[in-house]
């Protein structure tokens, strides 16, 4: 199915293929699981009350599962580039609720209770991010949870030898800067020597859309 999409920037093709691939397998322990449900029941303990779900860029649905342990009655859905992680997602969500898309090019006519964006901005071409902000303030309904790798100034940093891959920068701060009915709730960093429940050195900020 990649094979006929048509993407707009480098990034895009570079997860969408063999390195998508390889993160699969680096990322697939099912130990991770226990640090997200940690992770997760800090950076949502301020919400209340949602019931629907998005992840953008969810790769193989660890953090769905996570999510879905903590909160059992919401309905659970998924954007995901790599076809490879698609196919692992059909085997616990419901196809309808799974999209095979760039981010970039997702359009869909429907919002969630709370979107989530994990690990996946810093992974963006800078000049997409834009287009970026726009799809996942406009599929929010009420929450919106950043967390990425935290810089107050954009930089660039190599990725595993490739250049222009990896970006870091204020995101949440340019989504609040960007869109205004967005509010700062709750932050946090969660630190890659926790002993217990390590994360991969994520800033977290946990945004609500005051209507």
């Not at 480098?10 to 991770?32: C, H, L, M, P, V």
């Not at 953090?63 to 342990?69: D, G, V, W």
């Amino acid at each position: 199915m990649n094979s006929v999409m048509k993407y707009k920037t480098d990034q895009e093709k570079f997860w969408a293929g063999n390195f998508g691939y390889d993160y699969i397998e680096r990322n697939s322990d099912i130990s991770i699981l226990s640090s997200n449900v940690n992770f997760f029941s800090k950076s949502l303990s301020r919400t209340t009350g949602f019931k629907s779900f998005i992840e953008f860029g969810s790769n193989i649905g660890l953090n769905i599962k996570a999510i879905n342990l903590l909160y059992h009655d919401i309905e659970c859905a998924a954007l995901e580039i790599n076809e490879k992680a698609v196919n692992e997602l059909k085997t616990f969500l419901p196809a309808q609720n799974i999209y095979h898309s760039s981010i970039i090019d997702f359009n869909i006519n429907k919002t969630w209770d709370l979107v989530l964006i994990k690990g996946v901005l810093i992974h963006i071409d800078p000049d997409s991010l834009s287009i970026v902000y726009e799809k996942i303030t406009s599929a929010c309904n009420k929450y919106l949870l950043i967390a990425e790798y935290y810089n107050p100034t954009p930089v660039s940093i190599t990725y595993r030898g490739y250049n222009n891959r990896l970006f870091k920068r204020d995101f949440a701060g340019e989504v609040m800067d960007k869109y205004p009915d967005f509010k700062l709730i709750d932050y946090g960093f969660q630190y890659h020597r926790d002993v217990n429940f390590p994360q991969d050195d994520i800033t977290w900020f946990l945004l609500e859309k005051i209507n």
